[in-house]
Each structure stands twice: as structure tokens, then as C-alpha cells.
């Protein structure tokens, strides 16, 4: 174990941080820049493979459920190499020990070498004790964690001090390693003084371990004292309380393991209790009390009188008892919930994060973690369909099947299968134009390339330092070219040739397979006769068009290309890295290559010249071709993109997500229409190459201060455009009705046939807006100018208008009456918002600090919400009108109880201000739009940030949710180009059906 840290991808291993008996765990930092622990777990540590095996077992176990428990430590992958002699897991960070804080952002060298991960024990090394109430919510989250686990059927087997690390603050469990089923047959393990007599394995044993960490925590005596109390305890204040814990300790330590708390459940009920301020030590000694008082009835059988009168004391405490777990369980029940609110707005920031540093992995498997269980209350928000939209990715099509990476797609040459193979030596194939598997079978190892012959006969395919075996896919028959040591292959799309190189077989940097013979053997596989054999070894192999030039890109770090003719080398290009994709253009006149710096560089076959050189990707190009009509260039990442390119300058045409992992290899179709590519993370995905990415961009013309306005079925909206209303569908954009006349839109009546809107003289206008000539019904000649704010109560056909000077007219718009008119503002109205009960009118001013609360429709100021800064753009009610929000260019957006005129909190950092702010219709979320291009998303259950969705360069004025769509509505003003876009973010539909987490290999 000692030397060079193990290679884990996507992953470097800093520094070990602790050591057990069968590995080791490591500081490590991803790829994106966040700070994880890796453990390590080393099949040289075990004298046979099976308790490896089993080991390796339990932690899969483990892994899916360790996310649903906030007391269990976060598993975020598990991973295995066979060949390397090792299992692997990456697990959220204990907090150093130093700060009490989590290593994250820019850390210096000297932090990440003082880190030390703050476990119970260290705690415990540093104050001797802990006070009795300060050990409650410990003991509480580490019984929550139990009942967990054993509630799944696993077993910890070693609680102890240094196995409790603490991350955000909250305790978890950890060293997961020993995790094992109940009902496992398992050898002696643990550490001595935290396992019972009868040994670990069972939940009472657990609960045995938990008491002897609960004993040393209380007293700051060894375990090996129990059950000695401390000597000063009369001197102790907290004194009572200790000794209430006790009563706790003493009967989780029983020796009898029948007299120890039957589950965790039940061991956190009396903690609960002490915490409640309830006495167990009465409740134990009144059922000592009666425990021998029916034993002395029993013994003299006294009389019936008695016995009845024990009865009732029985009864009356089992109720005592009922009644008080009942409220403990109400309470528990509440705190968890509180605890999943807190985790679920802290996991979708980190959505967040991960989905804007392109982690689409780490993103999906936080969405999966928030899956509500059956009887649980579904947390999920707006926020956690839009980012699981964007997780889907834009491709045409998913293929699955595979339980491990795929490394190796083909598409034959008539267009009409697609076959992939993978790690877990399966084969797959396709037909394209239904998408339906025709085929699956056995590739005998990790299939590593794979390829169909130009006739569409066979399939070959190699990998693993195995034969490179051809499939005649008509009869299954098979033959070999090669019987072993076969690590990569190559078939041109014209002929009967094949390329195969031996030599060093690497998996994810490591040698895992060497042979002595040729390097590189070029066959005819028609008369099975070798024709070529190159000596440097090769870890990419690509032909060009017509089959008559080879490339390979050599072990040496260069590419060289050799003529298939005169079997003589053509040239040579580099330096580039050593496992570095090539490809031909199809005239066979340039080779393009990608390295492990995440270039892309083109040269010139003739004369050598590299022509073209750009930082394609930030992290390694695993694959890299030339489409059919040679105009497009496609890398393949483990930034998890695709990327088109110019062929002939390397200027990026398109970009497309949706692999949760790297990015193996890539396909073109015969055509060049259709591109598949294989990935890490098991999946196969066929994209259109001609498909334009998925725009939110709705439109680019409509009027500052004449925001959207939707039907009450979501399915068209209203918008000022130009001089004029238009009115278009929700789903494509497309107009259905222009309204000449009309400048500003009001709202459609409830049925959707009816919009109103205000004419350039002020005159309220009534629309049949879908009759063909979009028919003017009606004119109220209202006289409602300079109009930059309005409010519509649809139930009592009340229109609040706000004007440029201050002042706020009420207005029964099917009656055409003014109910009232008064000055509100000093300066322009910014925005009016009618509470849903129709009784309250806020109003703001981007003049002044303050929001305006008056009564309905009386006009009669109800109240005057200060504090504010700078002038407040946005006023809105929730749905339920218990809460109202304020949104001001001072960064804040304020919240407030409409009913008390009180503040309720201040939400900041809206960087160039808060302009608008919408509420979801669940209540779940708050969204505000910002100065510097982002809708901020605030969790209303927390007010805890949930991260931001970043619009365009330019500044957002105004959010609204689509009512009955699964969309957020942004309207944001471009500086440069003078205009307002309206966009819709669109979030996948919410639905029952369950989201798989990715299984990534990270």
C-alpha cells in the first residue's frame, strides 16, 4: 500500500487522511474543484478473495440508501479495479479539524496539509466531556442513522468514537467498510470494548457500541470503566442530567443482550424524552416498581382487588407512555423534516454548481437523492425539474442495457444498425430506425473497440488482451484473427482489411497486459493472411476513407501514418500524448488529433504543416472524427460534452449534454446526418448532427414594462410587441393573433376567449382574440395613459392601474366605473399586486424605499413596509397570500406577513439588484430575477439559496411561472441591442415514475 497514490479517475488522491486494517483513506479533489475522501480498500489485505468480495458487496449495499439518511455519510460512487488490486468509494468531507469549517474553493497548500478530519474522537481529545444536553443531538442523529441502516437490513459492526466524523456540523457515521447484511456470516470484528460478549453482527450489538461512544462522551472516561461514573460528579452542574443519561447508557450496555433496547427506534424515544425534559430514570424505576409488585402478587396471590389495581397502574402508564411518544414522534417527525428542507436546498445549490461546472453525473445523482420514499413528503420544487431537464441532455435517443462503461460504438455502413460494447463484456445491437435491440450476447472481456465490415457480414470486435474475433451476425458463427493479446482494432469502411495492435493494454492509465509479438498487424480477414506488421506499439488505430492509409498513434507520443501500398511509413505528426484519437479527413489529405490537454490539432498529410490547433475541451479528448462530408469535426470529452466543430478552422459550431460521465467514443452515420457516442456512464446516445441545442429564447421584441401575460391554461400568452399586442402559443411561439390597436396587455378572462388590453389612448379593450378577424368586442374609454404598472382580480372584475406620476386607479372593468383614485408614490409606479383574497393592494415605487399596503377598494393605506434602501422595482403575493415578496436595486428581496405588515426575512445578493420576484405555485420556491443576468432561486421552506440560472448577458426584469406549465417565463433588457427577450425556462414535467441515479466510475 505504501508508494504512489492508486489512480482513481476524475480524482486526485493529496494525501492519506487515516489507515485501518484493509486500506486506506485519502484527501482528494475532483475534477470540478471540490474536496472529497476516498477510501481505498486493498485485496492484499485479505488472505482470500470472498471477504474482499463480500466487503466489496457491502458497500454496494450501501451506497444507493446512504443519501437518504442525513446522519449517514454521503457515498458518491463506488469503483473497482480487478487488475490494480483494489476497491475504491469517494465520500462526502469531514470537516478540519482545525476551522470546524469544509474545505472548499480556492484552499491554500498549507490548509490542505494541516487538515485533519474532525471525528468524535478528536472532539473528545480536546474538552475530555461533553455536557449531558450536548450529547442528546448527537446520540439522536447517530440513533436516527442506526434505525436506518437496520431498518435496510445492515449492520455497522464498529461504532466508535473515531468511525463518527462530523460534516456541516451534524454527526454521521462512517468507516462503512464493515457494513454487512443481518443475516451475514461474519468472522470476529471490531474494536475491543465497544463489542458485547456475544459478539458484532446484530442491531443489539450496535446499539451495545453506540452506549459505550454515548458512555465516553458523557463522563470522559474510558470505555473500559463502565459502568464507573466520574468521580466529582456531586461537583458537576450538570450533574441531574448525567445521571438521567445514565439510565440510557446503562441499559443500551447491558451484558444480557434480551435487556437492552429492542431497536434504535426505541433507544431514541428515551432520548427523546431527555431532551423533552422528561425523567427516565422515574419511568425506569416506576417499571421496576411494577415489575415487582406483580411479581410479589403473584408469589402470595393476593387478591383480585390487587391484582386490578396493578392493572390500572399499568394501563395508566402504557397511556402516559403512548402519549408521550406520540408527541416525541410528532416532534421527531417534524425536525426530520426540517433536517430533509435544509438538505434538499443545500444538495440543489449544489446542483447547481455541478451542472455549471458540466458534472452532469454529480448532478443527477444529487436529484436521485431527493426522491421522496413511499409516505415521505415530496420536497421537489421548480428548481429540481428544470435542472433534471437539463440532466436529460439533447439527444435523440438513449440506449441502455449495460451495468458498466462503454468504450466501443459502430454504425454499419447502410445506416442501419448501431452495436456497442462494454466493460461488462456485453454486446449490444440495434436497429437504428426503430431503435429496437436486435441482438445481445457475450463478448468474452471488456470489449474495448468494435466494428462492422463494409458488406455488413460480420461484426469484429476485441478488448481486455483477448482474440479479435469476427461475428457473422446472419448465423452467430464466429472466427479469430488474433487468439490473445489484442488490446485495440481498426476496420476501413471500404475493402476487407483489419488493423489490431497488441502490446500494452492500458485501463484508465494502468498496464494491465503486455505480449512480445508485432505491435500492429494489418490482416485481410477475407483469406485471413497478415499483410502488414508495424513495430511500435499503438494505442489508436484509425484508417483513412479508402482504406489505403493506416494511422497509430505510437506509445513515443506521435502519430504516424503509414501507407498500406508500399507498406513503408508516409509521415509522422506530433508530439502528442499516447493515447491520442486521429482521424482522416475524408479526401484523406488531413489527420486530426485530440490529446489529454483537451486539443484538438489538424495537419497537413502532404507537407506536414499543422494548420489548425484549438483548446477543444479542459480535460482529456478521448475520441475524435471527421464527419462523411468532411465539413464538421467531433470530439468527445471527459468534460462529458460533445463538441462540433469547423473542420476547416476549428471555430466551435455546437456543443451537446447529457452524459453523466466521460465521453468514450464516438460514430458517425454512413450519411453524416446521425452521431452516436458511448460513454462511462453505460449508456449509448445518438444525436442529430443538424439539430440545433434547445433555446429558451422565445422572442427578442417585447415592450419594456409591458410584461406577458398567460391564459389560465397556460397554453398562450399575451405579449407587447412594437406598437402593437400580440398573442402567441406557449408551446412553439408561433403568433395566433395580432391585435393592431392594442399597446398593452391586461389578462384573458377564465375561459381563454377574451383578452383585454389598453389602446394608445388609454381606452380599455375587450378582444375575441381567436375569431379569424381577432374581433374587437367592446371600448371603455377608461382614459388609463402613461401606464406602467397593473393588477387584475378576475373574481370581483377589479383592475388597479399605477401610472408614471404615482397614482393608483381601481376600476370595475366590466361596468367601466372607477371605484377610486389617489396619490400612492412620490414618483412612477413600479409595480401593483393584488392579494388573492381581492383585499389587499401592494404597490412600490422605483423612486422609493418603502412597499405600500392599502385596503381594497376603499383605497385606505393599510400600512407602510420600510426598510429598503434604494428604490423597491417588484411586489408579489404568494399563492396562499401568506406571504409577500419586495424586491429592491439595494440586492435585497424582502419577505413580509401581509396580515402584520411584519418582515419576516431579508434575502441577499442579488448582484446588480432584485428587480422581480414570482412565487411558485406550489409555495415551494421563490424566484427573482437580477441585475447581472440570473434568476436566483430561494427554498421558501429555508430561505436557504438554492443557486441561480443564468439567462443571458443582460439584465432580468421580470419572472413569472406559467400557470399549468412546467416553465418559468424571464424577460430580460439588453443594453447593447436596445430590446427585451422573452424567455421560457422549461423544466421536465413532474411525474411518479422514478428517476434512476447514474452509476458512475468515478
Not at 31 to 45: D, E, F, L
Not at 324 to 335: D, G, K, S, T
Not at 519 to 528: P, S
Not at 946 to 957: A, D, K, L, W, Y
Amino acid at each position: 500500500m505504501a508508494g504512489a497514490p492508486p489512480v482513481i479517475p476524475d480524482y486526485e488522491l493529496l494525501r492519506p487522511i487515516g489507515r485501518g486494517a484493509y486500506g486506506e483513506v485519502w484527501l482528494a479533489r475532483s475534477v470540478t474543484g471540490i474536496y472529497r475522501a476516498v477510501k481505498v480498500i486493498y485485496r492484499a489485505s485479505f488472505e482470500e478473495a470472498r471477504p474482499f468480495d463480500r466487503e466489496f458487496a457491502g458497500i454496494q449495499r450501501f451506497e444507493p440508501i446512504s443519501r437518504a439518511q442525513e446522519n449517514q455519510v454521503d457515498v458518491l460512487h463506488v469503483g473497482r479495479n480487478d487488475a490494480a488490486g483494489f476497491f475504491h468509494y469517494v465520500m462526502e468531507l469531514a470537516d478540519d479539524a482545525n476551522t470546524d469549517a469544509a474545505l472548499h474553493g480556492t484552499v491554500s497548500p498549507a490548509q490542505l496539509a494541516a487538515y485533519r478530519p474532525k471525528t468524535l474522537k478528536e472532539v473528545l481529545a480536546r474538552q475530555n466531556r461533553m455536557r449531558a444536553e450536548d450529547c442528546l443531538p448527537i446520540a439522536i442523529g447517530l440513533c436516527n442513522a442506526l434505525q436506518h441502516l437496520h431498518e435496510h437490513r445492515l449492520i455497522h459492526r464498529d461504532i466508535k468514537p473515531s468511525n463518527i466524523i462530523f460534516i456541516g456540523g451534524a454527526p454521521k457515521l462512517a468507516d462503512l467498510g464493515l457494513v454487512s447484511t443481518i443475516d451475514s456470516t461474519r468472522s470476529f470484528v471490531g474494536t475491543e470494548g465497544y463489542v458485547p460478549r456475544e459478539g458484532p453482527g446484530t442491531v443489539s450489538a450496535d446499539l451495545y457500541s453506540l452506549g459505550k461512544v454515548l458512555y465516553e462522551m458523557s463522563t470522559g472516561q474510558p470505555r473500559q470503566d463502565f459502568p464507573l461514573l466520574p468521580e466529582n460528579i456531586e461537583s458537576l452542574d450538570d450533574r441531574a442530567a448525567l445521571l438521567e443519561l445514565n439510565e440510557v447508557v446503562v441499559r443500551a450496555c447491558a451484558d444480557n443482550a434480551a435487556d437492552r433496547y429492542p431497536s434504535a427506534a426505541d433507544m431514541r424515544t428515551e432520548l427523546l424524552l431527555l431532551q423533552a425534559g422528561k425523567s427516565v430514570r422515574r419511568l425506569h424505576a416506576a417499571e421496576r416498581r411494577l415489575a415487582r409488585l406483580v411479581s410479589a402478587v403473584a408469589g402470595v396471590g393476593l387478591l383480585a382487588g390487587i391484582a386490578l389495581f396493578v392493572q390500572h397502574l399499568q394501563t395508566r402508564s402504557a397511556r402516559e407512555r403512548a402519549r408521550v411518544a406520540q408527541e416525541l414522534r410528532e416532534r421527531a417527525e417534524a425536525q426530520e423534516l426540517a433536517t430533509r428542507q435544509l438538505l434538499y436546498a443545500a444538495d440543489m445549490n449544489l446542483v447547481h454548481q455541478a451542472y455549471a461546472a458540466g458534472d452532469l453525473g454529480l448532478a443527477q445523482s444529487l436529484l436521485s437523492g431527493h426522491l421522496p420514499a413511499p409516505g415521505q413528503t415530496d420536497l421537489r420544487g421548480f428548481e429540481w425539474y428544470y435542472f433534471q431537464a437539463r440532466c436529460e441532455g439533447e439527444q435523440l435517443h438513449t440506449f441502455t442495457g449495460f451495468s458498466n462503461s462503454v468504450k466501443a460504438v459502430a454504425i454499419s455502413a447502410d445506416g442501419t444498425k448501431l452495436a456497442a460494447g462494454s466493460y461488462d463484456h456485453q454486446i449490444r445491437i440495434w436497429s437504428l430506425p426503430t431503435r429496437a435491440l436486435a441482438e445481445s450476447f457475450d463478448g468474452g472481456g471488456m470489449i474495448e473497440d468494435i466494428g462492422f465490415s463494409p458488406d455488413g457480414q460480420y461484426l469484429a470486435y476485441c478488448g481486455g488482451a483477448g482474440p479479435l474475433t469476427f461475428r457473422e451476425l446472419a448465423t452467430g458463427r464466429t472466427f479469430s484473427i488474433a487468439d490473445s493479446g489484442v488490446a485495440r482494432m481498426a476496420m476501413p469502411p471500404t475493402g476487407k482489411l483489419v488493423a489490431f495492435a497488441r502490446g500494452e493494454v492500458r485501463v484508465d492509465g494502468l498496464v494491465v497486459a503486455t505480449t512480445n509479438n508485432s505491435a500492429v498487424e494489418v490482416w485481410d480477414y477475407g483469406v485471413k493472411q497478415k499483410i502488414l506488421a508495424l513495430p511500435q506499439p499503438s494505442d489508436y488505430l484509425r484508417f483513412s476513407s479508402d482504406g489505403r492509409m493506416l494511422a497509430a498513434t505510437g506509445m513515443d507520443g506521435h502519430v504516424r501514418v503509414w501507407s498500406i501500398d508500399r507498406k513503408a511509413l508516409a509521415g509522422t505528426f506530433g508530439p502528442v500524448s499516447i493515447r491520442s484519437p486521429v482521424s482522416f479527413s475524408p479526401d484523406g489529405r488531413r489527420i486530426a488529433v485530440g490529446d489529454d490537454a483537451g486539443y484538438a490539432r489538424i495537419w497537413d498529410l502532404d507537407d506536414g504543416r499543422l494548420l489548425h490547433q484549438a483548446r477543444a475541451h479542459a480535460a482529456t479528448i478521448w475520441d475524435i472524427a471527421y464527419s462523411p462530408k468532411a465539413d464538421v469535426l467531433v470530439t468527445a470529452s471527459t468534460d462529458q460534452t460533445v463538441r462540433f466543430w469547423q473542420a476547416a478552422s476549428l471555430a466551435e459550431l455546437n456543443v451537446f449534454r447529457g452524459h453523466a460521465a466521460e465521453v468514450w467514443r464516438v460514430a458517425f452515420s454512413p450519411d453524416g446526418s446521425t452521431l452516436a457516442t458511448g460513454s462511462k456512464d453505460g449508456t449509448v446516445r445518438i444525436w442529430g448532427v443538424n439539430q440545433t441545442n434547445t433555446t429558451d429564447v422565445f422572442t427578442r421584441r417585447v415592450a419594456f414594462w409591458k410584461w406577458p401575460v398567460f391564459s389560465a391554461d397556460g397554453e398562450f400568452v399575451a405579449m407587447g410587441e412594437d406598437h402593437r399586442v400580440n398573442v402567441r402559443r406557449v408551446d412553439n411561439g408561433s403568433v395566433s393573433a395580432t391585435l393592431a390597436s392594442a399597446q398593452y396587455p391586461i389578462g384573458f378572462s377564465a375561459d381563454g376567449r377574451e383578452l383585454k388590453t389598453l389602446g394608445a389612448e388609454g381606452d380599455l379593450q375587450f378582444w375575441d382574440w381567436r375569431a379569424e378577424t381577432n374581433r374587437l368586442n367592446r371600448i371603455i374609454a377608461a382614459g388609463l395613459t402613461n401606464v406602467r404598472a397593473h393588477a387584475v382580480f378576475a373574481d370581483s372584475n377589479l383592475l388597479a392601474v399605477g401610472d408614471r406620476d404615482g397614482n393608483i386607479r381601481l376600476r370595475d372593468f366590466e361596468r367601466g366605473m372607477q371605484l377610486a383614485s389617489w396619490k400612492a408614490h412620490s414618483g412612477r409606479i413600479s409595480c401593483l399586486a393584488i392579494s388573492p383574497d381581492g383585499r389587499i393592494l401592494a404597490s412600490s415605487s422605483a423612486d422609493e424605499e418603502s412597499v405600500k399596503l392599502w385596503s381594497v377598494p376603499d383605497g385606505k393605506l393599510r400600512a407602510t413596509l420600510a426598510g429598503h434602501k434604494l428604490g423597491v422595482f417588484n411586489v408579489a403575493f404568494s399563492l396562499k397570500g401568506n406571504l409577500l415578496a419586495s424586491a429592491s436595486v439595494d440586492d435585497t428581496c424582502r419577505l413580509w406577513n401581509p396580515a402584520t405588515g411584519r418582515q419576516i426575512t431579508v434575502l441577499g445578493g442579488h448582484k446588480g439588484g432584485a428587480f422581480h420576484a414570482a412565487f411558485s405555485p406550489d409555495g415551494r420556491t421563490l424566484v427573482v430575477g437580477t441585475g447581472d443576468n440570473k434568476v436566483k432561486l430561494w427554498n421558501l421552506a429555508t430561505f436557504r439559496d438554492m443557486g441561480t440560472i443564468e439567462v443571458e448577458p443582460v439584465s432580468v426584469f421580470y419572472v413569472g411561472f406559467v400557470p399549468r406549465q412546467p416553465a418559468l417565463a424571464t424577460v430580460s433588457f439588453d443594453y447593447a441591442r436596445t430590446n427585451c427577450s422573452l424567455r421560457l425556462l422549461r423544466a421536465s414535467p413532474a411525474r411518479s415514475d422514478t428517476v434512476h441515479a447514474v452509476s458512475l466510475r468515478r
